[in-house]
């Protein structure tokens, strides 16, 4: 069977034309673990429970003796704050009903999120309602009291050199906790480190040797033409992903006014930033460093430049013809482009920072001046506390927030010397394998219980607000501190004295300070004069001082020969480190590249599986440095024969470098969230080379002489840019948390029962070994003359008079019918009556929206329940026009990909998109007439203007 080469496919079995997806879904068994021995043995246990039940007690609610002035039983309040989940510090806004957290949704006003939110801080309220939480303290495994832990740390502090190992801290306040601490100590040090893919000390290291800053570059997406990434996925698992990634899509959709951004990928990995290039490049770790330094030199030929202090280059470009190519974009857009690189190698990183100074980037497009703060780590340091704890001269090692025994490569040899440290402390809000190696492990509280601040950038100062009290026994991470100190242990004032002391006495600000501060934590940042620019010397901070960049000398890394493996740390949708993996709805969030969900898969190129025999979900063995990791395998197009990709978080962590892979004859079957591989030959997803290029007029909807639904003002419709869209998967995490979508697990993917109403489709073009890529975020395109409403039975699924395809839940039962009928595949039924968890889990629960019953079929709602509040907030006001609604996916997306509002109206932002040349609407031919509209991707073919 012969395809078309330009039609998408999403599995190799459809790309190769010979994969019958209709035989391999009917061998699906429906119950495949069940007989009837077990049915009988059930139904016993079952009937034996049963007998044995008591009626529940009767409980009261008891109304508030006084009711808090901003809490009105049923109405949401929304608290702006600051997420603290990792250091890249993005804007929050919390919605709080009858006093707890329910949704966590980007700070539209934040100046470096822009209202995005990714996956990962999302998920943080499933993380808040955990039971698994800490709670107390303990010393050797037994109950402490905190004087006691107090006590003991400072005992030990006093008598020893102390240790402090936090991630990057872009906090003042704690930094300034942390220092208090380490000066009442006899010797103390403090120790950043960050779990990423490849650690950013080289970065570092590197920009402070040419540049002499040792902080990370700010890189201006919106004034840049050419970007050339290498080994960074800047717009998945790399730092700051959601700045990174509202920058990147606002240059994106400036290519009508601008002309189209060129962006060129250079990985071994197939990686979110790779899918969003224009042209991606094929390259192993040493390729990557080599063609940076061959880059350097000719760049510095084209553009005239020096060759003084450019690092060792080969005579011949690595990567033929395309690295010449790019070398000549480059240099004809000086002063517009980037050069970045994500590597390891402070070789590799000299080159892309003397780069960026040939091209006059420095100043523009990469600012050094104001860089961003959110990484520091420093592996001479990490490498020293080793040294210190295996030679017994740490007196007291502290861990706060970080789990470096499972996401460190040595975390082996680390766990052993933290067990002969005279006094070890584990700060964490749950169990973990440092903690198991610690003496003494202290309950933290959650973020959404922490008052705090954050620096992630000069100018740009926010503060963290608690919207809950702490749950359980549990103490302010940095808290800790203070009391260890000897200081009072009230965060919020010292938070509020920082302020006082650092913010208030530099802005100049009129007025008393308790003004500045209300309004100050009533934005969620600082509210300044004009000129007045936080940065970190006004908290005694010499990052950015001069001289305050760190001597070289970082060992370079381990490289694999040539045809051979190699080792590179990916990271799953939300998956970032040990702490996320803990998470259950980051466990289900299928990878948008591999489509798996609650397991680690070792991702293989497809020539490389072809010639080691290998297929999906056969278990190999993969040994890098004398570790070994057994992992299934994901076979993944776009990847380089050379790479294996394994996921960081799930269990110790491998090194990157040269590996050995065998085959164990074992074979998992993977939970994959896209099974059904077949297109039928069907354009689903479309690209374009130019803003103005149309979709062919084949695919958009076909005229009809039948007269078309009665639809009144508003009638509700969605837009998806999918030339914005990264696949990032930040919009399912928003719809699962607004929707109360319930987690299945593994088994229940593997049978194809997940209950998430909007996934992210996953589609490849052209050749399986470097093919592009294409994301579409599909849901209930609420349909006109949609297909699923005439076949229900009882009339469950109905049509409202403003467009919405509405499910009624009580009176579904349960045929099925409408699954059956929807081409789009966007129905999910309730096969069993899923677990929302104890009383604890439940209060992540949103009110608004029924939790739905076993038997009940359920679907994308265009968030209604959003939409029925904004009515009533219009009516409130006496606004008689249609109100502006975004739902939860359009809410958080980083990339501000979604656009949602009242299609008749000429006018509105969603009617303007939808006129877009680029329009096209999925599966037309149907006729169902679809309420949402896609816009075709971009692939900048001609590079640089």
């Excluded at 006003?109 to 996956?119: D, F, I, K, V, Y």
């Excluded at 190698?345 to 980037?361: E, S, Y």
Aim: aromatic fraction near 6%; proline fraction near 8%; hydrophobic fraction near 40%.
């Amino acid at each position: 069977m012969t395809r078309d080469p330009n039609l998408p496919w999403m599995e190799l079995g459809d790309a190769a034309g010979d994969l019958d997806a209709a035989e391999r879904d009917a061998s699906e068994p429906i119950l495949p673990r069940l007989n009837r021995r077990g049915f009988l043995k059930a139904l016993g246990i079952g009937s034996a429970t049963l007998a044995a039940c008591e009626r529940l007690p009767t409980r009261h609610a008891m109304p508030y003796l006084i009711a808090p002035e901003e809490i009105t039983p049923g109405v949401p309040v929304r608290y702006a704050s600051t997420c603290t989940a990792c250091p890249a510090a993005c804007g929050l806004m919390v919605t709080v009903r009858d006093g707890r957290p329910i949704k966590l949704e980007g700070h539209p006003e934040h100046p470096l999120s822009r209202g995005g939110l990714c996956a990962t801080a999302q998920a943080e309220l499933r993380a808040l309602y955990d039971s698994d939480r800490l709670s107390g303290a303990t010393i050797d495994g037994g109950k402490a009291a905190w004087d006691q832990v107090d006590a003991a740390v400072r005992a030990a502090a006093s008598g020893g050199d102390v240790w402090v190992v936090t991630p990057t801290l872009v906090s003042p306040s704690a930094r300034l906790a942390v220092g208090g601490f380490l000066a009442t100590a006899r010797a103390g040090r403090h120790v950043e480190w960050d779990p990423d893919l490849q650690s950013a000390s080289p970065l570092l290291d590197a920009w402070a040797e040419v540049h002499g800053v040792r902080a990370l570059p700010w890189l201006d997406f919106e004034r840049a033409d050419v970007v050339a990434l290498f080994g960074a996925d800047l717009l998945g698992a790399g730092v700051a992903p959601v700045a990174h990634t509202a920058a990147y899509a606002a240059r994106r959709r400036a290519a009508g006014e601008r002309g189209a951004l060129y962006h060129v990928q250079v990985e071994g990995n197939l990686t979110l930033t790779g899918a969003a290039a224009d042209a991606r490049i094929q390259a192993t770790p040493r390729e990557r460093a080599d063609a940076l330094a061959w880059l350097a030199r000719r760049v510095a030929e084209l553009v005239g430049g020096g060759s003084a202090g450019l690092p060792p280059a080969p005579a011949q470009a690595p990567l033929g013809d395309r690295l010449e190519s790019l070398a000549r974009s480059l240099a004809a857009a000086r002063g517009r482009s980037i050069v970045f690189c994500g590597d390891a190698d402070v070789r590799a990183q000299r080159a892309a920072a003397h780069i960026n100074r040939l091209l006059g980037n420095v100043g523009t497009t990469v600012d050094v001046a104001r860089p961003s703060l959110v990484r520091r780590t420093d592996d001479r340091a990490f490498a020293d506390l080793l040294g210190a704890l295996e030679a017994g001269r740490a007196g007291a090692v502290v861990f706060v927030g970080v789990d470096p025994v499972q996401d460190h490569p040595d975390g082996d040899a680390l766990a052993e010397a933290i067990r002969r440290a005279p006094m070890s402390v584990a700060i964490s809000e749950r169990a973990n394998a440092t903690t198991a190696a610690c003496k003494v492990v202290v309950a933290s509280h959650h973020m959404a219980e922490c008052w705090g601040d954050a620096l992630p950038r000069p100018g740009v100062l926010t503060v963290a607000q608690p919207t809950i009290r702490p749950l359980l026994d549990t103490r302010h991470p940095y808290a800790n501190f203070l009391a260890w100190a000897g200081k009072p242990t009230d965060y919020r004032e010292h938070v509020r004295a920082v302020w006082r002391d650092k913010v208030f006495a530099h802005t100049g600000a009129m007025g008393p300070f308790d003004a500045f501060w209300t309004a100050s934590v009533r934005a969620g940042a600082m509210r300044a004069p004009a000129g007045a620019v936080a940065a970190p010397d006004w908290f005694d901070d010499p990052v950015l001082a001069p001289g305050a960049a760190a001597a070289g000398g970082a060992t370079p890394p381990a490289y694999a020969d040539a045809g051979q493996l190699s080792v590179e740390a990916v990271a799953d949708a939300g998956i970032v480190d040990a702490r996320t993996a803990q998470n259950p709805w980051l466990r289900e969030l299928p990878d948008p590249i591999t489509r798996v969900s609650w397991v680690p898969a070792a991702r293989v190129a497809p020539r490389r599986a072809k010639a080691l025999g290998l297929r999906d979900g056969d278990v190999v063995a993969i040994t890098v440095a004398k570790r070994t990791a057994e992992l299934p395998v994901r076979i993944v197009p776009g990847q380089h024969p050379d790479v294996i990709g394994v996921p960081i978080g799930y269990g110790p962590r491998l090194a990157a470098g040269p590996a050995e892979l065998r085959a164990t004859g074992a074979h998992d079957d993977l939970p994959l969230m896209q099974w059904h591989s077949s297109t039928e030959g069907r354009p689903i997803v479309h690209q374009v080379s130019h803003p103005d290029e149309e979709v062919p007029e084949a695919h958009h909807i076909p005229k009809t002489p039948y007269p078309g639904r009665e639809i009144g003002n508003p009638r509700w419709e969605m837009v998806i840019d999918l030339d914005a869209c990264t696949g990032c998967s930040a919009c399912i995490i928003a719809c699962q948390a607004e929707n109360n979508v319930a987690v299945v697990g593994p088994d229940e993917i593997r049978a194809h029962r997940d209950l998430y109403w909007l996934r992210m489709d996953r589609y490849f073009v052209g050749d399986a070994d470097d093919p592009d890529v294409l994301f579409e975020p599909m849901l209930c395109q609420h349909c006109d003359s949609a297909p699923c409403e005439n076949v229900c039975p009882v009339a469950a699924t109905v049509h409202s008079i403003d467009g919405l395809n509405q499910q009624a839940y009580n009176r579904c039962v349960g045929t099925r019918y409408c699954a059956n009928n929807c081409p789009y595949k966007v129905r999910r039924f309730n096969w069993f009556q899923y677990d929302h968890g104890g009383p604890l889990e439940r209060m992540v629960l949103n009110p608004d929206v029924v939790v739905r019953e076993r038997g009940v079929m359920e679907k994308c709602s265009f968030c209604v329940q959003r939409i029925q509040l904004a009515r009533i907030e219009a009516k409130n006001r006496g606004d008689r026009g249609v109100p502006e609604v975004r739902t939860a996916c359009q809410q958080s997306c980083p990339a501000d990909a979604i656009t949602f509002g009242d299609g008749h109206d000429p006018d509105s932002a969603v009617s303007r998109r939808r006129n877009s040349p680029r329009a096209f609407q999925v599966l037309p031919e149907v006729g169902t007439r679809p309420s949402v509209t896609y816009l075709a991707r971009i692939r900048n073919r001609e590079g640089a203007k």
